[in-house]
T-cell receptor, first 109, second 116 residues
Framework: KNQVEQSPQSLIILEGKNCTLQ??????????LRWYKQDTGRGPVSLTI?????NTKSNGRYTATLDADTKQSSLHITASQLSDSASYIC????????FGTGTSLTVIP | EAGVAQSPRYKIIEKRQSVAFWCNPI?????LYWYQQILGQGPKLLIQ????????DSQLPKDRFSAERLKGVDSTLKIQPAKLEDSAVYLC??????????????FGPGTRLTVL
């Protein structure tokens, strides 16, 4: 069964701290792994897209990693800001897109 | 380039009423998706169009939901009659071509539907 699981479900961190979000995926055939940021009341916005041959990709303070052998990905946020408060969704792409349920991140001052 | 446009942004209806949502994808994007996102969950695909043809509607509750993309550009999603469990955000997304799986998918702001 194709599925994507994310952890933790929610996370609260202090402004300026780092955090890492986790994603385990079972998608076959597998094409790429995506991370999206979804602000409250908005549609998801793409952060990174990685194929199975890529093991890391950065977008500013966001760095995603991919281990195709263990089928795990992580999203690391460095020096968090209040504007990072959002839901982060992991998506496995194969014949179609498989969405995780997201990690809700709250950054507090 | 302009993003994916959706309207209305919010809609409140009573159960058993009908409702329609509209989506205008990014110009030149052949593939259009409708997703349902229930609070606290990830988006669930309802229907995927390639130009004006349906690629996947396997999760569309066809007894009450319908969608069309007659001219291969904008699209409408209709619910008739609505149920309480249809309360959700309805997201529209578009991509250049679905065959090239690396292509980015762009989402609209969504329509938040509340069924009372």
């Amino acid at each position: 069964k194709n599925q994507v699981e994310q952890s933790p479900q929610s996370l609260i961190i202090l402004e300026g701290k780092n955090c890492t979000l986790q994603c385990n995926y079972t998608v076959s055939p597998f094409s790429n792994l995506r991370w999206y940021k979804q602000d409250t009341g908005r549609g998801p916005v793409s952060l990174t897209i990685m194929t199975f041959s890529e093991n890391t990709k950065s977008n500013g303070r966001y760095t995603a990693t991919l281990d195709a052998d263990t089928k795990q990905s992580s999203l690391h946020i460095t020096a968090s800001q209040l504007s990072d408060s959002a839901s982060y969704i992991c998506v496995g792409a194969g014949n179609q897109f498989y969405f995780g349920t997201g990690t809700s991140l709250t950054v507090i001052p | 380039e302009a993003g994916v446009a959706q309207s209305p942004r919010y809609k409140i209806i009573e159960k058993r009423q009908s409702v329609a949502f509209w989506c205008n994808p990014i110009s030149g994007h052949a593939t259009l998706y409708w997703y349902q996102q229930i609070l606290g969950q990830g988006p669930k695909l309802l229907i995927q169009f390639q130009n004006n043809g349906v690629v996947d509607d396997s999760q569309l509750p066809k007894d009450r939901f319908s969608a069309e993309r007659l001219k291969g550009v904008d699209s409408t999603l209709k619910i008739q009659p609505a149920k309480l469990e249809d309360s959700a955000v309805y997201l529209c997304a578009s991509r250049r071509l679905s065959g090239q799986s690396y292509n980015e998918q762009f989402f609209g702001p969504g329509t938040r539907l509340t069924v009372l």
